[in-house]
């Protein structure tokens, strides 16, 4: 494959329109549980910042997102090509851009948790109910591009 790393773990771009909740949600549980088979970033076709609830909610299970922060797709390109794209919103699905190399561009929609409406407490467990969703995908993987392992 075009992306796979020297470890030989396909390089894997969630991709969303902000990378501020759902992308970042998906990289963080990548990276928590299946680091050992896929090599994981997220990036946004309009980087909006993280949103911090999502760092809130994150760490309430036990994942860190130190280190990580909103990125633009060529950001995330010079790391090199990716073997496989997943969009996670909708309107990243729409505008996704073409990716160099051989990149297999999948898509798997999520709510976004920061439109949701109501009191503080509503908006976080919705939050919470899109984080565990997002785990749910992501203990399916690589399983779910098609790429064993």
């Avoid at 990289?27 to 928590?32: L, M, T, V, Y």
């Avoid at 309107?91 to 990149?103: D, I, K, V």
């Amino acid at each position: 494959m075009s992306g796979e790393t020297k470890a030989g773990r396909p390089r894997l771009l969630f991709l969303c329109t902000g990378n501020a909740c759902r992308s970042q949600m998906a990289e963080g549980w990548a990276r928590h549980l299946r680091s050992e088979v896929l090599e994981v970033h997220s990036a946004g076709t309009a980087p909006a910042g993280l949103d911090p609830r999502v760092v809130e909610v994150m760490a309430e299970v036990g994942v860190d997102l130190g280190g990580q922060y909103s990125k633009t797709v060529d950001e995330a390109l010079r790391g090199g090509d990716f073997d496989y794209v997943v969009t996670v919103c909708d309107r990243a699905a729409e505008s996704c851009p073409l990716f160099p190399g051989q990149a297999k561009v999948l898509h798997h929609g999520f709510e976004d948790p920061a439109h949701g409406e109501g009191s503080d407490e509503e908006v976080l467990a919705l939050f919470r109910r899109v984080r565990d969703e997002i785990r749910r995908y992501v203990e399916s993987l690589p399983e779910a591009l098609g790429a064993g392992g």
